[in-house]
């Protein structure tokens, strides 16, 4: 059974730094890209990064360039997302996703339930 | 990047009667746009692909049509689970993006 389970979530003060993690499970992890997708509180769906399957190219949105940076560990069946100069807009929940960007079909097939950031002072 | 435009922002339908929701992108998408389902509480879940491919397990009642910048979800016969906030979303170009979504509830 594919399985993807978020952590790392919690209260950080503006400024301050979070690394969020996911742990894959019932699938070939290093054969996939894989994304983060976050959903800020009573609002829609936005796509935060993604990453090819052997790491070696990322893409972020344009909000976040700078400040995120999504990596991987495909020994450790693992990805993360290094969250740093947090603001009060970055508060959300935070779900990793599987992408199917490597094949022709698209879209993220399965997701965790997701880590909540809530950035205030 | 590539603005997507949902329409309604809310529906209000009965059981059992069809919906019909749309999704129109800034520019053209080709067919590479995926539909989801998201439930209070719950993470979205994938429900078409490519504009028209219903994922796995999805019900045959979902249905997805459409390319370049008009799609549209259509739900032919509205079941109580199916009252729930639907996304579409490009993934042609990057950055990928979502449209702010249509609620459906029951009339």
């Known amino acids: 059974e594919v399985q993807v389970v978020e952590s790392g979530g919690g209260l950080v003060q503006p400024g301050g730094s979070l690394r969020l993690s996911c742990a894959a499970s019932?699938?070939?992890?290093?054969?996939?890209?894989m994304s983060w997708v976050r959903q800020a509180p009573g609002k829609g769906l936005e796509w935060v990064a993604s990453?090819?399957?052997?790491?070696?190219?990322?893409y972020y949105v344009d909000s976040v360039k700078g400040r995120f940076t999504i990596s991987r560990d495909n020994a450790k069946n693992s990805l993360f997302l290094q969250m740093n100069s947090l603001r009060a807009e970055d508060t959300a929940v935070y779900y990793c996703?599987?992408?199917?960007?490597?094949?022709?079909?698209?879209?993220?097939?399965?997701w965790g339930q997701g880590t909540l950031v809530t950035v205030s002072s | 990047e590539i603005v997507m435009t949902q329409s309604p922002a809310t529906l209000s339908v009965s059981p059992g009667e069809r919906a019909t929701l749309s999704c129109r992108a800034s520019q053209s998408v080709s067919s590479n746009l995926a539909w989801y389902q998201e439930k209070p509480g719950q993470a979205p879940r994938l429900l078409i692909y490519?504009?028209?491919t219903r994922a796995t397990g999805i019900p045959a009642r979902f249905s997805g049509s459409g390319s370049g910048t008009e799609f549209t979800l259509t739900i032919s016969s509205l079941q109580s689970e199916d009252f729930a906030v639907y996304y579409c979303q490009q993934y042609n170009n990057w950055p990928y993006t979502f449209g702010q979504g249509t609620k459906l509830e029951i009339k």
């Open positions: 490519g504009a028209s």
């Open positions: 019932g699938f070939t992890f290093r054969s996939w890209w």
């Open positions: 990453i090819m399957p052997d790491g070696s190219e990322k």
């Open positions: 996703a599987r992408d199917r960007a490597a094949s022709d079909e698209g879209g993220f097939d399965y």
